[in-house]
């Protein structure tokens, strides 16, 4: 596997961006495509959002687990090919749409077929019953849980889980013993979708991996509240008896927002974490690690100090900075993963104590070259300044395309880049990803809208905005050889080519 200290080059895409005919991108043939497509391109990471469950305004930040896959990206096809569905269940909306995943449209399909293809494979007794008893017990620890979450949920109209009867929010014994007997039927459903979506997930990144293409994942640092993962593990996390948040995070106003951003997740009881040495988070980093070759950590200024804001408030404006023993946490990681194969994401209000925390577990950081053309004189977003143990961007899902970026940029910012890059201007995203490519940041990345050269309108998300994000996805048909020749001769040119394709080119 190639490390981090190596001069190579990736695409950030999230698979449900991917084309398909049902509504949103999966785990099927064009995310093997896509792999082919990688290849051709001289790239060597593939790096996605989260893989978990989406939430509130479908966010894959927002997951109902922290260990879950989103059961959305199950391949229906291959359910099909195991007889599971009919040729008629795989005859797509005629409202779905190339360009955008409406999930209010999405989602209900593909549950129902999920549904059906559960409902078919348990009425069955073939050989696949024993894998998929051996799937349930080897993931014990997390799989129970989640199941349980959800088959209560589903039961209780998806309303939050302390608003459940007494007995289980405080999850007396007997009162999860009647309901696990009572809700088996579903339960077994969503341990299915997960047995579905790990094999699938990871067939896909085995032909990734085969094919010289590597897996950048995306660990974000809290957890939403309405998940399985805080309902079992309450004594985690900052809650009342019943169950309520008394804290919540976000950041302080920002660049992105004036009254800073109310996350909403609880917050997490970093005394109780020390005390067990970190377990539960040991337990997600080798799940993480499991599904990907390296993982992105999200908000890692987090690991430092994070913006406690009341759980009533009405923004993140009246918070306040608490710190966390982040020290003591990586070195217990660093125990179960002495390479450490993380990416510090340290964008946001950085302070020295985020600085050092990053730079003593020699975590590489994060640079966005949107934000290297405000008027600062010592802007650390610049290439001359990065330093070899860094993850370049031209920009990430949470900024605009670099061409929307360009169209809204300052008089000043443009005279300022135009000078900087030695650009005219007219193909700005060429002449951004030739900068990141050139510096000596070992690794950089490319959103494949900027590949595709798209405007504003194709961005990922707009953080502050609660609707329209998370819905973008491409077409085939706009991705043109010139593109993937420029991307493979720039990779070239800068030595970043996949090992194996230097080797060829002597």
């Known amino acids: 596997m190639p490390m981090l200290n190596m001069r190579a080059s990736g695409v950030l895409l999230h698979p449900t961006s991917l084309p398909g005919k049902f509504g949103a991108g999966d785990l099927g043939e064009n995310a093997y495509r896509f792999i082919d497509w990688l290849k ?41 090919k195991y007889g599971w569905l009919s040729q008629s269940d795989l005859e797509p909306l005629p409202e779905f749409s190339a360009s955008r995943v409406d999930f209010a449209l999405t989602r209900p399909f593909r549950m129902e077929r999920l549904r059906r293809a559960a409902n078919k494979f348990f009425s069955l007794n073939n050989g696949m019953q024993q894998e998929y008893k051996e799937f349930c017990n080897d993931e014990s620890d997390w799989i129970e849980d989640y199941a349980l979450f959800m088959a209560i949920a589903e039961h209780h109209n998806h309303q939050e889980w302390n608003l459940w009867p007494t007995d289980l929010v405080h999850r007396d014994n007997q009162a999860l013993s009647k309901a696990k007997r009572e809700y088996a039927e579903e339960m077994n459903f969503w341990k299915f979708c997960q047995w579905r979506f790990a094999h699938q997930w990871f067939r896909l990144k085995e032909y990734a991996n085969t094919n010289g293409i590597w897996i950048i994942g995306d660990v974000p640092i809290f957890v939403a509240y309405q998940c399985a993962d805080v309902w079992a593990h309450q004594e985690l996390f900052k809650l009342d008896e019943s169950g309520c948040p008394l804290v919540v995070a976000g950041v302080p106003p920002d660049y992105f927002s004036e009254t800073g951003q109310l996350w909403g997740n609880p917050v997490y009881r970093w005394e109780i974490h020390e005390k067990t040495g970190f377990a539960w988070w040991v337990a997600r980093i080798r799940h993480a690690l499991r599904l990907t070759d390296l993982v992105r950590v999200d908000h890692f200024r987090g690991f430092a100090a994070y913006w406690e804001i009341p759980a009533d408030a009405p923004n993140a404006i009246d918070g306040k900075w608490v710190e966390v023993p982040g020290d003591k946490l990586f070195h217990a990681l660093q125990q179960s993963f002495p390479y450490l194969p993380i ?20 975590l590489p950081g994060m640079r966005v070259l949107h934000f290297a053309f405000a008027e600062d004189e010592d802007n650390l ?27 809204t940029a300052s008089t000043n910012e443009k005279a300022f880049a135009q000078q900087y890059l030695k650009s005219e201007g007219h193909a700005i995203q060429w002449d951004m990803m030739r900068a990141l490519s050139s510096s000596v940041a070992n690794t950089v990345i490319f959103p494949m809208q900027d590949i595709l050269g798209l405007s504003g309108e194709h961005r990922m998300n707009f953080p502050g905005h609660p609707a329209g994000n998370w819905e973008w996805r491409f077409s085939w048909e706009q991705v043109r050889p010139e593109q993937t020749q420029e991307l493979a001769r720039i990779s070239a040119e800068y030595e970043r080519l996949p090992y194996s394709l230097r080797i060829d080119r002597r």
């Open 40 to 80: 051709s391109a001289g790239q060597t990471y593939w790096q996605v959002l989260p893989l978990g469950e989406i939430g509130p305004g479908n966010s894959p930040y927002m997951s109902k687990s922290a260990f879950a896959g989103n059961v959305l990206l199950i391949d229906l096809y291959e359910l099909a």
């Open 343 to 362: 990416i510090a994401e340290d964008l946001g209000v950085i302070t020295p104590d985020v600085v050092e925390l990053r730079d003593k577990f020699g």
């Open 381 to 407: 977003f610049l290439p001359h300044h990065y330093i070899p143990n860094t993850v370049a961007y031209t920009g990430t899902h949470d900024n605009d395309t670099t061409i929307g970026w360009w169209s």
